[in-house]
């Protein structure tokens, strides 16, 4: 799709659908719609001119170019005060509500929305920018979403690590895959007991970006279970094959950090993603076993399901000792997470009340919105183990379900400044809605890029 800004002003521009934002349903148009050799034109009325409205009259637009069959269209511009960040959500918009995973579709869907054309009387410059960027956080948006949408039999471990490696690559991102016998001797324990119930073997994925010169660092952590059936601790079988998806915070990771690359951003990050499988083979980690994690800790598996925190204690364990800067985890981590807050909010927690306010207000500009809520000592007692320093669950009936889990987190990254965010009912969509398509959304992409886009502004 190619996406460019022309003048409004020079007359007669010709295209098949033409969409007019307005925020006041009485005011004429005819001035602007004359300009125009339009054969269709769309008056699309939006309460307000909010960023996030923008992004849902990029995807009217979109949706509209589909419903009508054409391949091209015009939106005017609407009258905006930061013209730069109005135009990154248009396009937003415009790409992500195209969004089609049909790779798995034997008659692909003929529609191609090929051009768009942004009109405007002013501030073209910015608009282009705005397109560039736009642009390219979309495209790591989709990628993400290919990479959740994929299923477990063709996005195993190796397969996803592998593809992660290919993209970073071509952004020339530093990047390690390191395999079975390198986690084993790097002492990781909980990361291999996940994967002691499958026959593929499990990867850890480190990719490297540095944007400034700075010694200091970020820290990414993504929860990579490439498909997570419960293990011996089953799930019960309806709405399973959701969990092909519950590599999503690694994909966000994966797909944050080539963004940020492929923007330039100053800012210099390490992400880490355990990929791995959860399943209940012959050899598979049960309930009552102890494992020993790479920090040293034991831990005693009360339940094989609360998998993602034993592959994440490892990976945090591995960052956290190169002493970044601060740490951010993202998982889609616990049902207790979508119980407490739905499909719309991610549950926030942290260590670091300037790093989660940042996170929160990224969110808050991305329209990922995300919630904080406590980590108080309790819940870290809720975790101690009999046998072992800790388990793996809290609460036998799941009381706090995701904030006992993020205590088990908290063990593994000492005193660093650390966030986790948990995208358990956000990374899925039950529905084609306004940018989102039913499916993987692609959630926390746009996030970490917004909130480390702030983080270079400040310390420019
Ligand atoms: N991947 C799941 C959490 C999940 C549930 C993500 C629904 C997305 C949608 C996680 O590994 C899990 O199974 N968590 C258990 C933890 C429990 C055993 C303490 C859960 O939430 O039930
Ligand atoms: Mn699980
Ligand atoms: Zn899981």
Redesign the pocket.
Known sequence: MKINVSDLAPDRVKTKLLVIPKKDKKKKIDIIKNRFLAQRVIEVFLEDYGLENIRKLGAKAANLAKEFKVDELSIVFPNVNDYYEASKCLVEGVILSSYDFDKFKTKKENHKLKHVTILSKKNLNEIKKGIRFGETVSKYVCLARDFVNDPANHATPDAFADRIAEISKKNKLKIKIYNEKQIKKMGMGCFLGVAQGTRKEPKLVVIEYKGTKKKDFYALVG?G?TF?S?GI?L?PSQ?MH??K??MAGGAAVACAINAIAELRLPVNIIAVIPCVE?MPGGNAMKPGDVLKSMSGKTVEVI?T?????LALADALYFVARKKPKAIIDI????????VALGYHVAGLVGNDDKLTDLIFKAGEKTNEKVWKLPLYKEYSEAIKSDIADIK???YDN?AA?SL??AAFLKEFVDEIPWAHID???T??SKENKDYYKKGATGWGVRLFVELFNSLSVKSA
């Open positions: 929860k279970i997570d419960g601790s799930k709405g959701e969990m998806g519950d959860n339940n399901d609360a998998e993602g925190r998982a889609t981590l616990t049902g207790a997470c979508v793996n669950i809290g799941g379900g006992t889990a995208m358990a009912g990374f899925w």
